[in-house]
């Protein structure tokens, strides 16, 4: 089963920017989202991207985050600007698979204030 693994999350002031990355076992061919949640929160979609490139957002994120993907590296990255405290969360990589959609187990983001 292909896995995932995130990275990339720490601690920034806010106005600051992280670059997550998320990094598949194996090729996917399906989408790849980013996803977040806080806590007391549900989980929520931050981004998606196509194995072509076509990709979405939240409408709290646009324009400050931005998804990419390298399919030769089997490896998505979510790179966020100007960063509010609430942003923070606990990030999640997802991957549609034949089978369903597999979870990566997270990296926290804080944005202090």
């Known amino acids: 089963q292909v896995q995932l693994v995130e990275s990339g999350g720490g601690l920034v002031q806010a106005g600051g920017s992280l670059r997550l990355s998320c990094a598949a076992s194996?090729?996917?061919?399906?989408?790849m989202h980013w996803y977040r949640q806080a806590p007391g929160n549900q989980r929520e979609l931050v981004a998606s991207i196509t194995r072509g490139g076509f990709a979405n957002y939240a409408g709290s994120v646009k324009g400050r985050f931005a998804i990419s993907r390298d399919n030769a590296k089997n490896t998505i990255y979510l790179q966020m600007n100007s960063l509010k405290p609430a942003d923070t969360a606990v990030y999640y990589c997802?991957?549609?698979?034949?089978?369903?959609?597999?979870w990566g187990q997270g990296t926290q983001v804080t944005v202090s204030s």
């Open positions: 194996g090729s996917i061919f399906g989408t």
């Open positions: 997802g991957a549609d698979v034949a089978i369903g959609r597999r």
